[in-house]
Nanobody
Framework: QMQLVESGGGLVQAGGSLRLSCAASRRTFISYAMGWFRQAPGNEREFVAA????????YYADSVKGRFTISRDSLKNTVYLQMNSLKPEDTAVYYCAAQRSGPDPLVAGTADYWGQGTQVTVSS
């Protein structure tokens, strides 16, 4: 079992920035592809970004490409999501996810483990 704990959410004005963090409980974190998803009220959960186990490959939803950056620090068992140029439509609960078999299932919307989520609210 792997526990994922997100932090860094909050309220920010449009055009601002936030950095989300996700701390993983297992040392085998390094073996997992990691991802971020989000869910806005009334909407289905959607893929945001993913990163391969060694950080060599990254994937982004078109809606965040060029604004968000996913990264990982394997020494800290932590994955990050740097969010710049935030828009009101980025408002959602953001979830961290881990997938043992690689980033492709994350891009497709599935994961082995999920965090509890952190709220991001972007005001206009």
């Amino acid at each position: 079992q792997m526990q994922l704990v997100e932090s860094g959410g909050g309220l920010v004005q449009a055009g601002g920035s936030l950095r989300l963090s996700c701390a993983a409980s297992r040392r085998t974190f390094i073996s997992y592809a990691m991802g971020w998803f989000r869910q806005a009220p009334g909407n289905e959960r959607e893929f945001v970004a993913a990163i391969s186990w060694n950080g060599g490959q990254t994937y982004y939803a078109d809606s965040v490409k060029g604004r968000f950056t996913i990264s990982r620090d394997s020494l800290k068992n932590t994955v990050y999501l740097q969010m710049n140029s935030l828009k009101p439509e980025d408002t959602a609960v953001y979830y961290c996810a881990a997938q043992r078999s690689g980033p492709d299932p994350l891009v497709a919307g599935t994961a082995d483990y999920w965090g509890q989520g952190t709220q991001v609210t972007v005001s206009s």
